[in-house]
Nanobody
Framework: QVQLVESGGGLVQAGGSLRVSCSAS????????MGWYRQAPGKQRELVAS???????NYADSVKGRFTISRDNAKNTVYLQMTSLKPEDTADYYC???????????????WGQGTQVTVSS
């Protein structure tokens, strides 16, 4: 039903910037929460940042002050602007959207396919 398409990953030098995007389609509702997770090789997936429909944001301590999450409701798209990138930021980045229970629908959670971000020293 709901499809998430991610883009914008790539290779960047330490200290540089990169923006990843995720567009959601297939739902009559606007996502209640949109977020980004990341997973490095051999490590568990972790929450990087999230944003609610009301604009409230939450960031992992490791990215505070460097990353900015935003959303375009007209396009059902969430963005993650990454600046001052570090090699430790290298990971596969996954988009996630959450829909609250409403109108007979249960709570729903969906994942994107992932986009790779590589930060070189």
């Amino acid at each position: 039903q709901v499809q998430l398409v991610e883009s914008g990953g790539g290779l960047v030098q330490a200290g540089g910037s990169l923006r990843v995007s995720c567009s959601a389609s297939g739902s009559i509702f606007s996502p209640d929460v949109m977020g980004w997770y990341r997973q490095a090789p051999g490590k568990q997936r972790e929450l990087v940042a999230s944003i609610t429909s009301g604009g409230n944001t939450n960031y992992a301590d490791s990215v505070k002050g460097r990353f900015t999450i935003s959303r375009d409701n007209a396009k059902n798209t969430v963005y993650l602007q990454m600046t001052s990138l570090k090699p430790e930021d290298t990971a596969d980045y996954y988009c996630n959207v959450l829909y609250f229970q409403r109108s007979g629908y249960p709570v729903r959670n969906y994942w994107g396919q992932g986009t790779q971000v590589t930060v070189s020293s």
